[in-house]
């Protein structure tokens, strides 16, 4: 029987999704370990503690909220000093992060203050012998590694969308705590954020991914993919490395090797010819779809469905009839 | 300004991997090798940071991994580097916290005013040395940067974040994980692989200490069943929304 601490993961001032995925995570690998008591961690500026709720409804038997305008930002040296002090006490077996851009800022900075080991980005685990034993993408996604962690706390990060949250709904149980370390001494401050794509959603959260690729032609071609992804309703849109560095779609929509991991239910590969670094990004999707003019193009080789023809003619028909099939559904 | 590199070698991914008969790590027969993407864009920032700096001071590569891994400092010192250092493990560890700790027992007495490194190493895909190797030096640490600007003893960098970017300030000395997009990274000159050659290379054990992360098992993600061309145009598209529906239920 072990206790779990989870880092609930905020963004402006709103829960992400990763973090009820990683409060789903801390429930299983609490319930794994025998049962114990899964602890999340809640850290934001005044009025945080509103979203204490939605951390309770997914498995935290208690939220600890730490309220304090110095945590308006990411601020990583007091939340790592905070959560070490923690998880140093000796109450709890593990701790639970989200492998995203701050989980995986943050978690490192935590096991190394505890001299814990740290197992990054798991897609699934099991408890062995009071061990976390998880699977972990290596090889640029090319193998899986099966990760077996010693010592405790043990620290591990669960990859976005791996864990889709289960509703386990428990009392809410709030209690406010402080930061270990002044949060207005740190030495990196966060000055700004700047939101991406504003409104829209985000790539890790989306089910439905359309992504472009150079077959596009020029950048303003890109509405076919807006479209399509509008018709969908919950689908967001990415871009080739080839793109980006065309300066066509922002740097932080490239998909694959040196940019995002992305595994939706439904990827829609179009005008992309499937270089391998741009599918190490993506080839964990459940369902892909290619349409490409080049019935030779890689892409098609890891496709589910393909349509080999012009991108200009095929994106608004199935922009249309994706539009009617919702209608109707 | 004194900038030390920290970069790994990994082996080249345009490659069909094989596991090894062990079971845990791929066979590495036939495998070439490269430094690090991420980390060669770290070497081209402290290379670019030392020339606006009017070329005083220096870029140190350095490296933890087998004897082999001098290939890699090599190619940092052609491409501009001042000198190398191998802090040598003939296998590299699962444990990031053990890369980290021997990396800052070499670090932590050098005097550097900028430790770089990449965001990730794209072998073991752990992304986690350079926030742990600040942490056990106690310096500063940014990571996923993607723009910089260091002016005197103050920087300012842009952090990617999945959709969004945090501007961040720090003093330093301080480290910094280097994202894609910060730079692209120069090719080493004829002249500039003369010249490595005869640039200092120190080889000394790497003290990694306490292991407690390690790889049991090694496997190939199943392979996706072969696809199905369902046309080749718009007339193809009501049998692929169908398919999405039933099929796949994804729509």
């Not at chain 1, 993408?137 to 591990?156: D, R, S």
Request: net charge neutral; with cysteine.
């Amino acid at each position: 029987m072990a206790n779990v601490l989870v880092f609930a993961e905020v963004r402006a001032g709103d829960l992400r999704k990763v973090a009820l995925e990683a409060v789903t995570a801390g429930r299983q690998l609490a319930d794994l370990s025998g049962g114990g008591s899964v602890h999340a961690v809640l850290a934001g500026d005044a009025g945080i503690s509103a979203k204490a709720g939605a951390l309770a409804e997914y498995g935290a038997d208690s939220v600890l909220v730490l309220e304090h305008a110095g945590f308006a930002q990411y601020n990583p040296e007091a939340l790592a000093a905070t959560l070490a002090d923690k998880l140093g006490g000796g109450t709890y077996g593990f701790a639970v992060f989200s492998a995203t851009a701050q989980g995986r800022d943050l978690s490192p900075r935590v096991a190394a203050k505890l001299g814990s080991g740290l197992a990054p980005d798991l897609t699934g685990f099991t408890v062995e012998g009071g061990n976390v034993v998880g699977q972990h993408f290596n090889m640029n996604g090319k193998t899986i590694a099966t990760l077996t962690l010693t010592g405790t706390p043990a620290v591990l990060s669960v990859r976005p969308a791996a864990f889709q949250p289960v509703a386990n709904a428990k009392p809410l149980a709030t209690e406010s705590i402080t930061s270990a370390k002044d949060p207005s001494a740190s030495r990196v401050k966060v000055v700004e954020l700047k939101q991406g794509n504003t409104g829209k959603i985000d790539l890790n959260d989306a089910p439905v991914i359309v992504a472009g690729g150079r077959g596009l032609k020029a950048p303003e071609h890109f509405k076919l993919c807006d479209d399509l992804a509008d018709a969908f309703g919950n689908a967001a849109v990415g871009a080739t490395r080839a793109v980006t560095d065309e300066g066509w779609r922002p740097h932080s929509d490239q998909i694959g090797q040196t940019g995002r991991n992305v595994s939706p239910n439904l990827y829609i590969a179009v005008g992309i010819s499937g270089a391998i670094q741009h599918l190490a990004g993506m080839r964990t999707s459940k369902t892909i779809v290619a349409i490409n003019k080049d019935k030779d193009a890689p892409i098609f080789k890891i496709a589910d469905y393909g349509i080999v023809g012009d991108v200009f003619e095929v994106m608004p028909a199935l922009t249309d009839a994706v539009k009617q099939a919702r209608a109707q559904g | 300004m004194k900038i030390a590199v920290c970069i790994k070698r990994v082996p080249v991914m345009e490659t069909k991997f094989a596991i090894a008969a062990d079971g845990t790590r791929v066979d590495e027969a036939g495998l070439k090798y490269d430094v690090n993407d991420f980390d060669l864009w770290a070497i081209e920032a402290g290379l670019q940071l030392k020339e606006k700096n009017g070329n005083a001071g220096e870029v140190v590569a350095i490296c933890l991994g087998p004897d082999a891994a001098q290939e890699q400092i090599r190619k940092a010192l052609a491409m501009g580097a001042d000198r190398g250092v191998l802090l040598q493990a003939p296998t590299v560890p699962a444990d990031g916290l053990a890369i980290a700790r021997a990396l800052a027992a070499e670090l932590k007495d050098g005097g550097y005013d900028l430790v770089l490194m990449g965001r990730i190493a794209i072998d073991s895909m752990n992304q986690m040395t350079g926030p742990m190797v600040a942490e056990l030096l106690d310096l500063p640490c940014v990571t996923n940067v993607c723009k910089l600007e260091i002016s005197g003893a103050t920087g300012r960098a842009e952090r990617q974040l999945e959709g969004a970017a945090e501007v961040v300030e720090f003093p330093l000395p301080a480290l910094l994980t280097i994202d894609d997009g910060l730079n692209k990274e120069r090719l080493p000159s004829l002249k500039g692989i003369m010249a490595a050659k005869k640039k200092p290379l120190e080889v000394k054990p790497a003290q990694l200490g306490d292991i407690k992360v390690s790889v049991t098992k090694m496997t190939l993600p199943p392979e996706r069943a072969a696809g199905r061309i369902l046309g080749d145009s718009a007339a193809a598209v009501p049998e692929l929304v169908r398919l999405l529906q039933t099929e796949a239920k994804v729509l």
